[in-house]
């Protein structure tokens, strides 16, 4: 079985969906058998790829929304409560508002080597949860190599224009997949689950799609 995630980094459902397809593959038993591919969305990528002065996820969210810094706070809240059900840390608080391009050409390396899934958790958990800058060639560089990754590979691949190519056929094929926003699970091109929903709703996808195969 191939599972299929189109995902963002920026994106907090991404990292909480991530832990809900874990758990429910645990009970899977089908589980070694499945591979997974994570494929490049942007959320938004008319982020600058730097700032004068590190821009919050609170004035960010406010700022696109419309909301007041009281409302993103309370939404943020909410967001950090879920994760915290599957295991994960959040802290928005010491979050950086980042254009995750570079962090996907680093993933399209990364999926070259069969450690996209590796560097996917990595990136989360350094957004997330320790507030790093992954608009940060030097921070991307750190984290590729923890993940297994040579420093000079990802600094060619951040300048690289063939993965900035594939990161854009990415989202294009997501687009004519139907993907509006992410995460997007799709399993063996047959059945999708958008969103982080419930660890059943994994569990019954993946039991629908071996019955299928």
Request: one cysteine or more; aromatic letters at 10%; proline letters at 3%.
């Amino acid at each position: 079985m191939k599972i299929e995630i189109w995902s963002d980094i920026m994106c907090p459902f991404c990292y909480i969906g991530k832990r809900h397809l874990e758990k429910a593959l645990e009970s899977f038993p089908g589980r070694d058998t499945v591979e997974i591919t994570w494929k490049s969305y942007q959320l938004d990528p008319t982020i600058p790829m730097s700032f004068e002065e590190p821009v919050g996820v609170y004035e960010y969210l406010a700022d696109r929304k419309g909301w007041s810094l009281e409302q993103s706070a309370q939404m943020h809240e909410r967001v950090v409560e879920m994760a915290a059900s599957v295991g994960l840390e959040y802290n928005f608080d010491k979050a950086v508002v980042a254009n995750s391009l570079y962090a996907h050409r680093v993933i399209q390396l990364a999926k070259e080597k069969g450690l996209d899934d590796a560097i996917e958790e990595i990136f989360f958990r350094a957004y997330f949860t320790d507030g790093k800058d992954l608009a940060s060639i030097d921070t991307l560089v750190a984290l590729g190599e923890e993940a297994g990754l040579e420093a000079s590979e990802i600094r060619a691949a951040i300048d690289s224009e063939e993965l900035a190519y594939r990161v854009s056929q990415d989202i294009q094929e997501g687009v004519n997949l139907g993907v509006r926003g992410v995460p997007f699970f799709v399993f063996d091109r047959k059945y999708g689950i958008s969103g982080a929903e419930p660890i059943q709703v994994f569990i019954d996808t993946l039991n629908q799609t071996q019955d299928a195969s």
